[in-house]
């Protein structure tokens, strides 16, 4: 019989990140789209969320995750109080996923606190 073990990140490090309107979100999408960039936003908490996560392609890296710390190298988000699965855009859609993972609904929950800070 395997032992199987869970073990979930308990830190999240977060290195660079954009508060943006939800308009100026659909459109940096946009734009990253244009250039070639599969883009998805994650919804959850009534925010809107792309994140870009550091790959564990380094031993640094893969020993902060066996610590339980995961870093994203950016996020961008705004404020989207109801869920829709797709934004549309002239001809472009952004696909909206309403996460179920757990770390990105507390990502979620702690960028809506953030929403109209300085940050």
């Known amino acids: 019989m395997v032992h199987?073990?869970?073990k979930p990140a308990e830190e999240l490090v977060i290195l660079e990140m954009v508060e943006y309107s939800l308009?100026?979100?659909i459109e940096t999408c946009t734009l990253l789209m244009n250039a070639g960039r599969p883009v998805i936003?994650?919804?959850a908490?009534?925010?809107a969320f792309n994140h870009q996560p550091l790959p564990f392609n380094t031993k640094e890296l893969l020993k902060e995750r066996m610590k339980g710390r995961i870093?994203?190298?950016s996020v961008m988000f705004a404020s989207m109080p109801d869920y829709v699965d797709n934004?549309?855009?002239g001809a472009?859609?952004?696909p909206v996923v309403a996460t179920p993972n757990p770390v990105l609904k507390q990502a979620a929950a702690w960028l809506?606190?953030?929403l109209g800070s300085d940050l």
């Open 92 to 94: 472009l859609d952004i």
């Open 4 to 6: 199987i073990t869970y």
């Open 112 to 114: 809506k606190g953030q």
């Open 41 to 43: 936003l994650n919804w």
């Open 23 to 25: 308009h100026e979100l």
């Open 87 to 89: 934004l549309k855009v």
């Open 71 to 73: 870093y994203w190298a």
């Open 45 to 47: 908490e009534g925010v």
